[in-house]
């Protein structure tokens, strides 16, 4: 079917533009010894964004659950270990595919500015977090998912992250059946201007 075609070629193409960025992110997690030692640079947010989104949609369409993607802005840069960013997205894609109900999940990846703000939400429409566990999905070593199923440091490391290297915060929304939105809110660094 040619749109089934034309979805796959955009996967292809972001596919082979993410995987020089996945590999630096392993390179980064084996030699990484603790959160503050990444490489800091200029890089674009977008493009990390879009490469969590297409090396992950595989992975969530063996769940059942398939990715979506809006950005309304092309590029904006953070200073910042880009391989940090793509291990928060990374944790937060997986997160809401575990929570979606497998074969009918549909999780939303969306980017959009602020003023000098970029919020990067990931929403899914899965099991939902109970109220009195709201306050505690952040909590190193804190999980709901069953014995085995996860070590409660995702989320911990989400908000180490994006708190301590990017200036920014991670906020919750979650309302059981209904299913959970995390955003990322980041400050966004003076911009060069294009020429």
């Not at 979606?100 to 003023?115: A, M, N, P, Y």
């Not at 899914?124 to 085995?148: M, Q, S, W």
């Not at 906020?171 to 059981?176: H, I, K, N």
Request: proline letters at 5%; hydrophobic letters at 40%; charged letters at 20%.
């Amino acid at each position: 079917a040619p749109a089934f075609q034309s979805q796959l070629l955009e996967d292809l193409r972001n596919a082979s533009k993410g995987i020089e960025q996945a590999t630096d992110y392993l390179r980064a997690i084996q030699n990484r010894s603790g959160l503050g030692a990444g490489r800091v640079s200029r890089f674009d947010v977008t493009a990390v964004v879009r490469s969590c989104v297409t090396l992950e949609r595989p992975l969530a369409r063996r769940r059942g659950v398939s990715l979506e993607w809006e950005s309304s802005i092309e590029s904006a840069y953070l200073s910042g270990d880009p391989n940090a960013l793509y291990q928060v997205v990374t944790n937060l894609i997986r997160n809401a595919v575990d929570a979606s109900e497998e074969g009918r999940g549909t999780v939303l990846i969306t980017l959009s500015r602020s003023g000098e703000l970029l919020h990067m939400a990931v929403r899914d429409r899965g099991v939902g977090i109970a109220r009195p566990h709201l306050d505690r999905v952040f909590e190193a070593g804190f999980t709901t998912k069953p014995p085995g199923a996860g070590s409660g440091m995702g989320l911990s490391v989400v908000r180490e992250i994006t708190t301590h290297m990017f200036g920014g915060t991670v906020l919750v929304a979650s309302e059981v059946g209904q299913g959970s939105t995390f955003t990322l809110v980041l400050p966004i660094p003076p911009q060069r201007a294009s020429r």
